[in-house]
C-alpha cells in the first residue's frame, strides 16, 4: 500500500503550503501555479466547459468539518462500525490498483453510510501527464466505479494533491466538479496538522486522514478520537457532497 499520499497540493491554494505526513513515496516536483483553492477557475480554453474549483475549505457559517478517507481505512474491521454507530458522512476516494481487491469492504462502508468518490486509477501524480493520460487515470476510475458501485464521482483527490491546468480540463471532461485537498490531516499521534492559517478547526474545514500511517491506531480508533476534537471546537461533521 502506498504511502506519503497527502504531500502539499500541487497547485497554489493558500491552505496548502506545507508537505503533509511525509513518508515513503518520493514526492512530485515543486508547485505549479493553479487556481486558488475554493475559487472557480476561468472557463476552459476548448467550449464552454467549467473548470471545477480546487478546494481545502468550504466556505459555509455552518458549524461543520468533513471528514475524508483516501484506500486503505476498509482494512480496518471497526471503521464500518464506528461510521454506524456514529451514523458518519465520511467521504472515501478510491484508486482502481488499490482498493480494487477490497471492493467488497467498501461496498459495506457504502451500505453504512460512506460516499465513494475518485482517487484515479493507479495513483500517478498527474501534474506534468499530457491530457490523454490525466483523462485516463480519472475517467477510468469513473467508470469502474460506475461498473461495481453504480456510482459516478464528481469530487476528485488528486494523487499527492498534484495537479496543473491539463488535470482540471481533464477532470471537467471526466464529470468533476472539484477537486478536494485538505486543510488539516491527522498525525500519527492523533494530532492535527494545519497547511495554513490559525492551527484549530474552522467551519468548512477539509481534514484528510491517512489510513497506512503504520505509527499510528487503525482509522477507526484514528476517527474516535478526531471525533472528540471536533466536539470539543463546537463542530460536528458534515457531508462533503451535501456542499460541492
Known amino acids: 500500500m502506498r504511502r506519503g499520499r497527502f504531500r502539499t497540493a500541487g497547485a497554489a491554494p493558500t491552505a496548502v503550503l506545507a508537505a503533509l505526513l511525509l ?13 486558488a483553492a475554493g475559487q472557480p477557475a476561468a472557463p476552459a480554453e476548448a467550449g464552454d466547459a467549467v473548470l471545477p474549483p480546487v478546494v481545502d475549505h468550504v466556505p459555509t457559517t455552518d458549524k461543520v468539518v468533513f471528514l475524508t478517507y483516501d484506500d ?3 482494512r480496518d ?30 461496498a459495506r462502508l457504502r451500505s453504512v453510510g460512506a460516499s465513494l468518490q475518485n482517487h484515479t486509477l493507479e495513483h500517478r501524480s498527474l501534474r506534468g501527464l499530457p491530457y490523454a ?16 458501485f453504480g456510482v459516478r464521482p464528481h469530487l476528485l483527490r488528486p494523487p499527492y494533491g498534484t495537479y496543473d491546468t491539463t488535470t482540471l480540463r481533464a477532470a471537467a471532461d471526466c464529470g468533476i466538479t472539484a477537486l478536494v485537498l485538505w486543510r488539516a490531516s491527522v498525525g500519527a499521534g492523533g494530532e492535527l496538522a494545519f497547511t495554513g492559517g490559525e492551527p484549530r478547526l474552522r467551519p468548512g474545514d477539509i481534514i484528510a486522514v491517512d489510513p497506512d500511517e503504520p505509527a499510528g491506531p487503525p482509522p477507526g480508533e484514528t476517527t474516535l478520537r478526531l ?3 471536533i466536539a470539543e471546537q463546537g463542530l460536528t461533521v458534515g457531508r462533503l457532497e451535501d456542499y460541492l
Open 23 to 35: 513518508a515513503g513515496c518520493a514526492p512530485p516536483a515543486g508547485p505549479a501555479p493553479g487556481p
Open 72 to 74: 486503505g481505512a476498509e
Open 77 to 106: 474491521p471497526g471503521f464500518a462500525d464506528v461510521i454506524r454507530e456514529h451514523r458518519l458522512p465520511v467521504t472515501l476516494f478510491l484508486t482502481e490498483d488499490v482498493a480494487g481487491p477490497a471492493y467488497g469492504r467498501f
Open 133 to 148: 493520460g490525466q483523462r485516463a487515470e480519472i475517467c477510468g476510475q469513473r467508470r469502474k466505479l460506475d461498473t461495481r
Open 227 to 229: 471525533l472528540r476534537t
